[in-house]
């Protein structure tokens, strides 16, 4: 082992890592259901992370220097692994409860619009929900709301559905040149705002709806124009003068409904986009067309099309994890 | 009388200006500390003290002060904590408002030690006379040359300001105040790396209570081993205590830590007992966000021992039967008082605090709010009690920084020793509006259990 690795385990799953590594980041590297939620966290946003608490987990062993635990549940995607830590995600019912009510919180003030909302199939909260929330909520009081606003033309703020993960301060900060959106207020009745309802005006702008974790900020070009699950992601490119051109088209039929950048499979941006590409290039001639887009077959939008099933690296090699996979790498053979 | 160090001349007239401070033996430990100590030597001794943070944590001050980084060539600061906002506590700014040089000298004394060349007073926005009064002893202390270049000839060179807040209580939290230092929202960063490390500026930074540097001035005076004498176990030395509720002489105390808190609620030299002769209820010992204690709990421990004012003593019996020390922010509660309200009230308080950064603080506080708003006026369920310890749970220790443990304890707290009452509400929702219910038997003295003999 040479100096700037260490050995984490993760969920009874061995990994060496780059010293400074933070545990999401090597639970991302084992890839598969340990690999904890975030909804605030953005590996490429600077500073991002911490806030959203849904990353939880907790730490049985501190390192092999100094083995005791951690006294609380850490964020994992702001802690840094040491060498010969080791971390419980899904082994722990005290981190699946803690998480349970993380998502419970943020869903008391969630309008729960799914049905009208733009981002309902791609939504991480939504996913979210689903996996950890209550089929009834213990909230009985009015919802907090905030009046729509339009940031520009092209983008629509919903402040009602925000979760206030920050991502879009943060890029805002770092993509564009200079800052023109941020948090007002305090508490629970904090906002994410521009200065004076200012429309955000760069070529960089759009990507705060991609970074967005729910349907807070949406494409006004594509407002209702169809739901995800309908339409079909195709990568494509084009010389962007701006931009690297490497976008998603999301057709249906032969439509180019929306524009966005490529996702990769934590859902994060790989290259930001500029706005001329997303919201201009909307017709085929424009662009390049590569291979239908590869999405997880846990997603809703993958309903036609599923990506083959690849067993996590770390199942082969080991006889105990490939019996208790069993079904799944018989489904790996099947396809 | 016991023993007062930094109130010790807190009546004489005009202890506020430098000449009446100087001649009580003001600004001694400036020229000990300067011409016969090296900085070390100077954290040595806040070492040898065993002085513990006075904002709330109890953390060691020289241990604090030994961790900061020391890299060459970039600059360390001292910040001292005066957004003093815990509901309960108001200690610094009685110590700011009458003796503001004890605090400036602390600064001076403790800059050196960390070798801080620039240090800061980060005041509550609210606390504007305070604010006009230590800006005027900085000045009044400049021209004395305390501050400034080449302090009493020594080469040491050190300049103090004064920054209001926005008057936030999240900015007690050491990193939002750090944030709001640098002008930006008072959001608290995520830690580590801590401020020892990279802290204002990304500078190695040390933050102290107002409270704690000025206790290095006694100490200083009179060497670390004679404060350490003082107190009980690893509690040394004096604590302020600004005593308020239903007593009958609220006010703020200097206290030697170890002081039965029976003695201190009841007796003449201290609190006098409670207002209008009526029974004590319950007790917040250490500021709103401790938790709450009924009468006979606060007296005695669970063992029948009394209960003293330390660290140690106060947070016997961890949550179930103990509390904590925090700032000193003592509130009394009589048998008139309703337990239910004054939840309500705190956690009123901290939904409006909130920063809003991380989401189990930002929703859960309000919810709690609300559902307490809901049980004082009558509204409530007896399945509201148990949701209110459920959300508190979810709360507590999920957190980025301290406002959401602080926030989950009254609750959780107050349910655990006064179930009772809460259910009280739900079962007698009208009579609740126009009475309330009384001490019950929250003070029933606590029988000494008898001592288990060794086995032979």
Known sequence: MSDNKVKVTIDGITVEVENGTTILNAARQIGGDIVPPAMCYYSKLKGSGGKCR?????????????????????ASCRTTVMDGMEVQNITSPEVLEARAG?????????????????????????????????????????????ERIDIGDKIQLHM??????????????????????????????????????????????????????????????????????????????????????????????????????????????????????RFEKKSTSDWAIEEPTRISDTSVIAANHYETLRPLPVIRPNEELREANKKELEKTVKY | MSRKLLLEHINVPGIAGLDVYRQKGGYRAVEKALKTLTPDEVVEEVKKSGLRGRGGAGFPTGMKWSFLAKPEGVPRYLVCNADESEPGTFKDRYLMTHIPHALIEGMIVSSYALGAKASYIYVRGEMMPQIRILEKAIAEARNAGFLGKNILGTGYELELYVQPGGGAYICGEETALLESLEGKRGNPRIKPPFPAIAGLYGCPTVVNNVESIAATVPIINDGGEEYAKIGIGRSTGTKLISASGNLARPGVYEIELGLPVEEFIYSDEYCGGIANGKRLKATVAGGSSVPILPANLTL????????????????????????????????????????????????????????????????????????????????????????????????????????????????????????????????????????????????????KTAEVKAAE
């Open chain 1, 160 to 277: 009602n559905r925000c979760i206030l993960c920050y991502r879009c301060v943060y890029t805002a900060d770092q993509i564009t040149d200079s800052r023109v959106h941020g948090v007002l207020n305090r508490g629970d009745h904090s906002e994410i705002s521009t200065y004076i309802e200012q429309a955000i005006d760069n070529d960089f702008s759009g990507n705060v709806i991609d970074v967005c974790p729910v349907g807070a900020l949406t494409d006004r070009t594509f407002r209702f124009k169809n739901r995800v699950w309908f339409t079909k992601p195709v990568d494509a490119h084009r010389n962007c003068p701006t931009c690297s051109g490497k976008v998603t088209l999301w057709y249906k039929g032969p439509d180019v409904l929306r524009v966005t950048a490529r996702k990769d499979q934590f859902g994060e941006v790989e290259e930001f986009i500029c706005n001329t590409c």
């Open chain 1, 102 to 146: 993380v998502v419970e919180i943020l869903l008391i003030n969630h309008p729960l619009d799914c049905p009208i909302c733009d981002q309902a199939g791609e939504c991480d909260l939504q996913d979210l929900g689903y996996e950890h929330g209550l089929q009834k909520t213990r909230y009985e009081f009015e919802r907090r709301t905030f």
């Open chain 2, 300 to 447: 005695k421990l669970a063992n029948g021992e009394p209960r003293l004012m330390s660290y140690e003593s106060l947070s016997e019996g961890g949550f179930a039967t103990g509390t904590m020390l925090g700032s000193g922010g003592f509130i009394a509660f009589d048998e008139d008082q309703c337990i239910v309200r004054n939840t309500w009230n705190f956690s009123r308080f901290y939904h409006h605090e909130s920063c809003g950064q991380c989401s189990p603080c930002r929703e859960g506080t309000g919810w709690l709010e609300k559902v307490l708003h809901r049980l004082e006026y009558g509204h409530g369920k007896m399945s509201d009690i148990d949701l209110l310890v459920d959300v508190a749970r979810k709360i507590e220790g999920n957190t980025i920084c301290p406002l959401g443990d602080a926030a989950a304890w009254p609750v959780g707290s107050a349910i655990r020793h006064f179930r009772d009452e809460f259910e009280w509400h739900v079962k007698e929702p009208v009579k609740s509006q126009t009475q309330n219910y009384g001490l019950a038997d929250y003070a029933k003295p606590i029988e």
């Open chain 1, 54 to 74: 849904t990353c939880i987990v907790k730490v049985s062993k501190g390192s092999e220097k100094d083995p005791r635990p951690m006294p609380k549940l850490v």
